[in-house]
């Protein structure tokens, strides 16, 4: 880099590096959009938080 030029901003290089790696950013997209529809997914069916309250009713 030259003395006195101004450094790229990080949106200027994320977007060139999409241009150059679109293949690789899709995939990478994509598996972060399974993963946390997976937690997601996980966390509802095993927490608990669907079941009923009527254990809280219960005392009024």
Do not use: E, P
């Not at 994320?14 to 990478?28: F, P």
């Not at 972060?32 to 669907?50: D, E, H, K, M, Q």
């Amino acid at each position: 880099m030259a003395l006195g030029a101004k450094k790229k901003t990080a949106s200027a290089r994320l977007r060139r590096w999409l241009d150059a790696h679109n293949k690789t950013a899709c995939l990478l997209i994509g598996t972060l959009t399974a993963a946390a529809l997976i937690g997601l997914f996980l966390f509802v069916c095993f927490s608990g938080f669907g079941a009923s309250a009527d254990f809280i009713y219960s005392q009024f």
